[in-house]
T-cell receptor, first 115, second 116 residues
Framework: AQTVTQSQPEMSVQEAETVTLSCTYD???????LFWYKQPPSRQMILVIR??????QNATENRFSVNFQKAAKSFSLKISDSQLGDAAMYFC????????????FGGGTRLMVKP | DADVTQTPRNRITKTGKRIMLECSQT?????MYWYRQDPGLGLRLIYY???????NKGEISDGYSVSRQAQAKFSLSLESAIPNQTALYFC???????????????FGPGTRLLVL
């Protein structure tokens, strides 16, 4: 079974600075998808960014980018120019290419942004 | 208007009661999911449905049942609620088509359930 690990329960960053959230996963699959979701205090799960494992290029979405290291099974999220609105829980998630669309989530990282 | 809605948003019930959580979507997606979130554990899959006639158990289906009344509606039932089912419940949808976005799941706002 696949597992997703987020080793940082909490992180903090100064406003306008850059922060990196870590995620590692365990799988025997070669094709899969990886996601970062944001959960603000409103509880809504919001997709931040996704990465297809077959793509070597790291995904980027405005201030959010990933460092995808397939061999190391690592998928970190970098937030540049952090804003107060970035404060939230961040979840890393994995999905196999073939089976069931089921997402496996990590335990989450709480990001605090200091003004 | 939200694409994925859940009702109720908050619910308090007593042990042994039957309760139903409902999910509706206007995204036109064929696949729907129910997840449970407990503190520190991320989200775990309870049930999923690929179409109206297809229901599958997820990682933690014991104590739960589901009904896919229509493509746009997917409800989760707790036949006899117990305190350890206190959690945040999320519905999600995805598209099996060729839109290029078919691998992404979109979540509802969640239902906070407290079982006393």
């Amino acid at each position: 079974a696949q597992t997703v690990t987020q080793s940082q329960p909490e992180m903090s960053v100064q406003e306008a600075e850059t922060v990196t959230l870590s995620c590692t996963y365990d799988t025997s699959e070669s094709d899969y998808y990886l996601f970062w979701y944001k959960q603000p205090p409103s509880r809504q799960m919001i997709l931040v960014i996704r990465q297809e494992a077959y793509k070597q290029q790291n995904a980027t979405e405005n201030r959010f980018s990933v460092n995808f290291q397939k061999a190391a099974k690592s998928f970190s999220l970098k937030i540049s120019d952090s804003q107060l609105g970035d404060a939230a829980m961040y979840f890393c998630a994995y999905r196999t290419y073939n089976a069931g669309n089921m997402l496996t989530f990590g335990g989450g990282t709480r990001l605090m942004v200091k003004p | 208007d939200a694409d994925v809605t859940q009702t109720p948003r908050n619910r308090i019930t007593k042990t042994g009661k039957r309760i139903m959580l409902e999910c509706s979507q206007t995204k036109g997606h064929d696949r729907m999911y129910w997840y449970r979130q407990d503190p520190g554990l991320g989200l775990r899959l309870i049930y999923y449905s690929f179409d109206v006639k297809d229901i599958n158990k997820g990682e933690i289906s014991d104590g739960y049942s589901v009904s896919r009344q229509a493509q746009a509606k997917f409800s989760l039932s707790l036949e006899s609620a117990i305190p350890n089912q206190t959690a945040l419940y999320f519905c999600a949808t995805s598209d099996s088509g060729t839109s290029g976005d078919q691998e992404t799941q979109y979540f509802g706002p969640g239902t906070r359930l407290l079982v006393l």
